[in-house]
């Protein structure tokens, strides 16, 4: 019988190495979480434990602009995204969490989106 490796277990444990990430309210943590259809951004102030910005492809003002782009490009219009919000909310640098992903394709699309559109981490 073949025993399959759990994907999901191991990115938990993966993310449990990384707690010292750990967002302030000068740097909040920029956490992602990525399903097999969906992902999601928000920026957490760890102190205080409130989440201050949530963006994700679920959202229907984020569907009309993701509508008929690949998995990659929404993920970098959900970064851009939560940086418009971020800066609307005088948030200029961040911490960023990729929650035991790696650090590739979706997640790193995420990462390059907020960059561009003015986040610092």
Not at 1 to 7: H, L, S, Y
């Amino acid at each position: 019988m073949i025993i399959r490796e759990d994907k999901n277990e191991l990115r938990r444990q993966r993310a449990l190495r990384g707690k010292g990430v750990h967002g302030t309210s000068e740097r909040p943590r920029l956490c992602v979480y990525r399903s097999l259809s969906h992902i999601y951004a928000q920026i957490i102030d760890d102190d205080k434990g409130v989440t201050l910005v949530a963006v994700n492809t679920t959202q229907p003002e984020v569907k009309k602009l993701i509508e008929g782009k690949t998995k990659k490009e929404a993920a970098f219009i959900i970064g851009g995204e939560i940086a418009k919000q971020a800066k609307k909310k005088k948030i200029e640098k961040v911490v960023f969490d990729r929650n035991g992903y790696l650090y590739t394709g979706r997640v790193s699309q995420v990462a390059d989106g907020a960059r561009g559109a003015g986040l610092v981490f």
